[in-house]
Structure formats: structure tokens, C-alpha cells
């Protein structure tokens, strides 16, 4: 091995991939500045409960609480929001996330991606592949979609490159799409939490779970059933 050509080498890849957060890091500090966090539901709607029983789901499989994301994997404020996500899921086991995919058209990645994370979900393995692509954000485009399939243990990476191409992946991303667009959504991120509706990420987002969940707890001593949609 060439150790002078190495060195240079791994010093450019760190140079490149700080180069990545710092963009990252700045994208979402301009848009937190154009785009206030919401303090208050942008709408409400009438039952997210279907919402809710479709789309791909990380966590507990019997929510008290479901937030239903509707999201973009090139969207800086995505990206943010899901920071916010991974820590309301390690600090409340209780609520489940459902992801509905929402790429913008003017993000030249985003379909590719949420056609990778679908097809990865067809094998059981959304959650760690929608992980990989909001980790890796910067690098979206850059890495082959069969290739982080395979370093993530999806079983069959000829079954998942057929599905990139097949029309099962891309129509539950155009059904996703059509099920915000009659909601009124334009922008992501746009998050649900029983009839509330938020566009971007919630200033008091813990509050706004612990809210529902105090809710559904008192419903559930009071003999109500608990909509996991709520």
C-alpha cells in the first residue's frame, strides 16, 4: 500500500464529509430562520386513524400515540425533525411514528430515495434504511441504493433492484402523496398527532406527545378504547 497516497486521501474524505454537515447544519439554520418552529396546529382534521394504519411505522406496534410524518429524505427540516423523532422514541416506547413519503419535485434525489426505503421496507427493513439515508443525507445520489440495501442485510438484493424498477414501490409513494396533497399538505416536514396538524416541526413537540398520551391514558382508565390514530 502507497501510505503517502493514503493519507491525503483520508484527509480529503474527513475535509469532505464535515463539508457535508456544515451544509447540512446551515441549510437547516436558514431554514429554521425563514420557517419559525409552529406553536400551534396549522389545521385540524377529522380522524387520522387510517393515516395511521397505512405508511411505513417504527416503533411499538400498539401505539397509545401515533405521529404520522409525512417527509422528504432531501429536506434539511426532515432531517431535523427525525433527530426529534429517534428521541421521542427512546424516551416514549409507547408512541408509534408512521412515515408517509412526501418527495418534493424540485429535490432531485427524494423519489429515488423513498422508492430505495420502500423497497427496503418490502423486506422488513425500513426503519434501518430510512436511518441510513437521514445519516447519510449529504450523500444522497452519491451511494448506490442496492449497495446500502446490501450493507444493511436486506435478504435479497435482486428482488430489491427488480422493485426499484417495479411499479408496487412507486405506487405506494404516488398513493402517499395523493393521501397529503387531499389533506392540504404542501411542504415537508407536515406531522399529524390525533386531529392536529403541524407544518414543519413543533416548537413543543414533547408537550404535544405528552398531551396525547396523558389523554389516551385517561380514556383508557375511563373504559374508552384508544384509537391509535390519537
Known amino acids: 500500500m502507497n501510505m503517502k497516497a493514503t493519507i491525503p486521501t483520508v484527509a480529503t474524505y474527513a475535509v469532505v464529509l ?20 409552529p406553536t400551534a396546529p396549522w389545521k385540524t382534521i377529522g380522524d387520522s386513524r387510517a393515516l395511521a394504519s397505512t405508511g411505513n411505522r417504527i416503533g411499538t406496534q400498539n401505539p397509545r400515540t401515533t405521529v404520522v410524518v409525512f417527509s422528504d429524505y432531501e429536506c434539511p427540516a426532515c432531517l431535523y425533525l427525525d433527530t426529534q423523532l429517534r428521541a421521542i422514541e427512546r424516551e416514549y416506547p409507547s408512541v408509534g411514528i408512521v ?15 423513498a422508492l430505495a426505503a420502500q423497497c427496503a421496507a418490502s423486506q422488513g427493513r425500513f426503519a434501518e434504511y430510512h436511518s441510513r439515508l ?4 449529504g450523500m444522497l445520489g452519491k451511494e448506490r441504493w442496492t449497495s446500502v440495501a446490501a ?3 436486506v435478504s ?17 409513494i404516488d398513493a402517499d402523496i395523493n ?10 416536514p407536515t406531522i399529524i398527532v390525533g386531529k392536529e396538524m403541524y ?3 413543533p416548537l413543543d413537540l414533547k408537550d ?17 378504547a384508544v384509537a391509535t390514530g390519537t
Open 151 to 153: 450493507a444493511l442485510h
Open 208 to 224: 404535544i406527545i405528552e398531551r396525547h398520551l396523558a389523554a389516551n391514558q385517561a380514556d383508557t382508565k375511563g373504559g374508552a
Open 199 to 201: 407544518l414543519g416541526t
Open 134 to 137: 437521514f445519516d447519510d443525507h
Open 18 to 37: 464535515c463539508s457535508l454537515a456544515l451544509t447540512a447544519n446551515t441549510l437547516h439554520t436558514e431554514y429554521r430562520r425563514r420557517h419559525p418552529p
Open 99 to 113: 412515515y408517509h413519503n412526501f418527495p418534493l419535485p424540485f429535490h432531485e434525489h427524494a423519489r429515488a430515495a
Open 179 to 188: 393521501a397529503g396533497t387531499k389533506l392540504g399538505i404542501y411542504a415537508t
Open 156 to 172: 435479497d438484493t435482486v428482488a430489491f433492484n427488480d422493485c426499484l424498477r417495479g411499479p408496487a414501490a412507486a405506487s405506494a
